[in-house]
């Protein structure tokens, strides 16, 4: 009972029960991530105002908080009125197609569920409007159009970092082409930022390696545009980078277990295990070959699975299907 999440789902409950007592309250809409916080806020609700859980972000099939036991969902949507039963949402905006699919195969009434797009993602978007492409993304920033050159996305565990940049430095070490270039881009937090790591690796291992570290504020869409490849071990990067037509080489860690939501899209991108594989990733790319071309092909179904589509305003898409679910009911 002291824990602070334990009073913060009282706060809520109680503070939310005040509100739609209070005030006459059309509708409530709120993020799907913590499941705690989550019941809190329909306990406080009471069913006095329409509910609409927003689940912002791409799915990987091993976030478990999205799995339930077999009837439960079904079971909680016949008897809303039983407080033994789990708490829903009356509507479920949901990000993509895979979203949809999954809490449908949970037990989620299909309508109660509704695909928004991509919001949390909606800078991305505007800027595939712009139409630029990676020659003039390059000159922007001061690179040549022939260089091969590789965004590194450094992981937020130390132990995985090491792991990440010792492959990489064992598998470009071996490559007789000397002209690749690494743009390292490390997470901004301080607790999860290793580029002094980096750099002492590089420096101790393979001082040739050619390599820059971006700075913070840099706008990321324009270095993923205008590489060859992004390398990477587990971000949400994987799929933007598809979407503005750049490989992801994705170094996965069998021993660990992943969150990472690209797994549901394991044909759209190169999986490696070693630098061995890394390596061999690495110059498919550069030879552009048939492995690079099947992977490509897979792209637009990936982008349909995490994002539903590129060629929609998410932001417009959300508003309509927020003002039909209220319009809904209230007639």
């Given at each position: ?106 037990g989620f009434p299909e309508e109660t569920l509704y695909i928004c797009g991509p ?168 030879g552009n070959d048939e492995k690079v071309a099947v992977i490509r092909q897979a ?33």
């Amino acid at each position: 009972m002291v824990s602070t999440d334990t009073m913060m789902c009282v706060f809520i409950t109680k503070a939310l029960d005040a509100l739609t007592k209070k005030k006459a309250v059309s509708a409530l809409i709120y993020r799907v991530e913590f499941q705690p916080h989550e019941r809190a806020v329909l306990y406080g609700l009471g069913r006095r105002c329409l509910s609409i859980a927003f689940q912002h972000n791409a799915i990987a099939q091993n976030h478990l908080q999205y799995y339930f036991p077999q009837e439960e969902i079904r079971l909680s949507y016949a008897q809303r009125d039983n407080l033994d039963n789990l708490p829903l949402p009356d509507k479920v905006m949901l990000a993509g197609q895979s979203q949809y699919e999954l809490f449908k195969s949970c037990g989620f009434p299909e309508e109660t569920l509704y695909i928004c797009g991509p919001v949390r993602y909606s800078n991305l978007i505007r800027y595939l409007e712009n139409n630029r492409s990676k020659d003039e993304m390059r000159h922007k920033h001061g690179y040549s159009e022939k260089q091969l050159i590789y965004l590194v996305a450094l992981p937020v565990q130390r132990e995985d970092a090491i792991n990440f940049i010792d492959s990489l430095i064992k598998a470009t070490k071996v490559i007789s082409n000397k002209e690749l270039l690494f743009l390292f881009k490390a997470h901004p937090d301080p607790f999860f930022n290793f580029e002094r790591l980096a750099a002492t690796m590089i420096k101790r291992d393979y001082p040739g390696m050619k390599h820059e570290f971006l700075r913070n504020d840099i706008i990321l869409n324009d270095y993923l545009l205008l590489a060859d490849a992004l390398l990477l071990t587990g971000t949400t990067m994987g799929i933007e980078a598809i979407s503005l037509g750049t490989l992801p080489i994705l170094l996965e860690n069998k021993a660990a277990f992943n969150l990472n939501p690209l797994l549901g899209i394991r044909n759209a991108y190169y999986e490696v295990n070693s630098a061995v594989e890394l390596k061999a990733a690495i110059l498919s790319q550069i030879g552009n070959d048939e492995k690079v071309a099947v992977i490509r092909q897979a792209w637009p179904e990936a982008i349909m699975k995490l994002f539903y589509t590129l060629d929609e305003d998410p932001n417009a898409r959300f508003c309509a299907g927020l003002e039909e679910m209220i319009a809904k009911e209230h007639k």
